[in-house]
T-cell receptor
Framework: KNEVEQSPQNLTAQEGEFITINCSYS?????LHWLQQHPGGGIVSLFM???GKKKHGRLIATINIQEKHSSLHITASHPRDSAVYIC?????????????FGEGTQLTVNP | ETGVTQSPTHLIKTRGQQVTLRCSSQ?????VSWYQQALGQGPQFIFQ???????GRGNFPPRFSGLQFPNYSSELNVNALELDDSALYLC????????????FGPGTRLTVL
């Protein structure tokens, strides 16, 4: 069992739909990252959160530390949101932080 | 804008060859992490360098090695390339003060034939 698991693996939506991507983890963490990866490979950090909720534009990330679960929501989805969304948790607080990643959710938003 | 750059962007090698990938950290960052991302999978941690010393290693064989230079730029070297080494190699820089925040480069796509 992976330390970080995401669902769904693939998600297809119509423009304007509300999107939810889920992430569960099995290790104790102090923070969780949501990242976006476009075709070609570059990774962009969307959020880092350790409790509650964060919002940036149409993106909302929530985390429940007790339940070891986080969600990424996209409101009013748009074709330009099509990308792979990855959650990741840092491992190793004192010796340097390495990220353990989920396998990603491929999101396709059709016009 | 991340400021993390990687070179080359694409590379084709054959089995048994050696390859060197390069990463230039974001200004002020003294920690560099390298990740391997196979097609359709999430990135896997290879190793991390802090102040020119290896500071943690993932489950990769010794033929994966690295260097960090005084200006905090870094190299990833892979010897005796295997077909399964074909992947996107990502580096990420961070600072000790904000070690949870990592800034990723665009990656190097390595193909081993």
């Amino acid at each position: 069992k992976n330390e970080v698991e995401q669902s769904p693996q693939n998600l297809t939506a119509q423009e304007g739909e509300f999107i939810t991507i889920n992430c569960s983890y099995s290790v104790g963490i102090s923070a969780l990252h949501w990242l976006q990866q476009h075709p070609g490979g570059g990774i962009v950090s969307l959020f880092m959160l350790s409790s509650g909720k964060k919002k940036h534009g149409r993106l909302i990330a929530t985390i429940n530390i007790q339940e070891k679960h986080s969600s990424l929501h996209i409101t009013a989805s748009h074709p330009r949101d099509s990308a792979v969304y990855i959650c990741a948790v840092p491992r190793g607080e004192t010796s340097g932080s390495r990220l353990t990643f989920g396998e990603g959710t491929q999101l396709t938003v059709n016009p | 804008e991340t400021g993390v750059t990687q070179s080359p962007t694409h590379l084709i090698k054959t089995r048994g060859q050696q390859v060197t990938l390069r990463c230039s950290s974001q200004s002020g960052h003294n920690t560099v992490s390298w990740y391997q991302q196979a097609l359709g999978q999430g990135p896997q941690f290879i190793f991390q360098y802090y102040r020119e010393e290896e500071n943690g290693r993932g489950n990769f064989p010794p033929r994966f090695s690295g260097l960090q230079f005084p200006n905090y730029s870094s190299e990833l070297n892979v010897n005796a390339l295997e077909l399964d080494d074909s992947a996107l190699y990502l580096c990420a820089s961070s600072s000790r003060q904000e070690f949870h925040t990592q800034y990723f480069g665009p990656g190097t796509r390595l193909t081993v034939l």
